[in-house]
């Protein structure tokens, strides 16, 4: 008699009973699919077929006949006389409660008439929650042609799941624990971070993302300092011990620009959580690869992307008849090349790239024209 193989094996009939019913199921199918096969449907979110069960919601739990805890239905398969109950007291009572936990997270904004979440507390029907609200993260809409609003993520981890394992690229990930775990991209996922660096082993490393939007910075400290100094801190050392070399794109911010220009030997004072940020990060990554290239630079011109150089952005206000608030004017300042006298002159020499004409660029302390040639 031939041995049947690991494939058979996976696909064969298990009899199991399901709200008292008797279904087959199969060694590789979980729970939640046989019982969707035969009707019966189970709260879920996190999982989704396609992608691997991670049980992490809890709202398919089920209840299993002589087992003390509740099973999650996506992630657990059947075993032959196994007794599942998706509807009894304990398990509705369980999955509600997980329902009501979430929906109380949610911001009052409505985004998709077809959330999932909305619909199985329908089903399930659910009332208004009776939970306070968590503190709500702020939206990112620091990047000119991407905006990230958490405000209404469940951490479900589809994102990360999908972009790790089905399109292989590690640039969504989770971090934190508790009611700071977050979903995070590229340089605020440490791990994903090390693992790219140990696998690619780059003879050199150009660090040059940062969170440069000087006022968000300024409402998002933290944020700021977990990308700037942090996720700068953490490269280096991924550097360090995959042999690379590391040249880390700082900032004239650093300084006060209380007058310049600034030779390398120049104390630093940066003036704003951007510059205070970036001086944090120079010194992480000093500590952890001490041969990195830190260059403290301000490039200016006209951006082929479709954000904003800085001169740009004042340039435009400028033009636009805006006068530049105080801590505006002190970041155009600071920012194009630390001096007043320096930053009027790059905003004149745009503006007359821009317009052919003669203009004036007037910024915190100088005044200069220039004309067509
Ligand atoms: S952002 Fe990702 S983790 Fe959050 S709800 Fe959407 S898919 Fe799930
Ligand atoms: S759907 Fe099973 S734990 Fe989330």
Known sequence: MERATNGQIATMPIEFKLDGRTVVGRPD???????????????????????????????????????????????????????????????????????????????????????????????????????????????????????????????????????????????IGLAHRGDRTEIVFDLGDPMALRNLVTDLRPEWIVHCPAATDVAWCETHPEDAERINAEASGTLASAAAAAGSRLLYVSTDAVFDGSRGPYAESD??????????????????????????????????GWNVQPKQSLAEWVLDRLEAGEKLGGDQRDVADQRLLGAPQHAAVELAVLRHQKSRSTCVAETASARTAISPM
């Open 29 to 171: 199918e979980p729970i939640i699919e046989t019982a969707a096969r035969h009707g019966v449907e189970i709260p879920r979110l996190c999982y989704k077929p396609g992608l691997r069960p991670d049980g992490n919601c809890r709202a398919c739990v089920v209840e299993i006949k002589g087992e003390r805890v509740l099973a999650p239905s996506c992630c657990r398969f059947p075993a032959a006389g196994m007794e599942v109950s998706t509807d009894s007291a304990r398990a509705r009572a369980s999955q509600k409660m997980v329902l009501e936990l979430l929906l109380s997270d949610m911001p009052e904004k409505e985004y998709r008439l077809d959330s999932e979440l909305d619909q199985w507390a329908r089903k399930l029907n659910l009332g208004l929650p009776r939970f306070p609200s968590r503190t709500q993260p702020a939206a990112d809409l620091s990047h000119p042609a991407m905006a990230v609003n958490l405000d209404a993520c469940i951490q479900c981890t589809r994102c990360v799941r999908a972009c790790r394992e089905e399109q292989v690229n590690d640039v």
């Open 267 to 300: 104390g630093t004072a940066p003036c704003n959580v951007y510059g205070r940020t970036k001086r944090k990060g120079e010194d992480l990554v000093q500590r952890a690869l001490p041969s990195s290239l830190i260059v403290r630079t301000n490039l200016y």
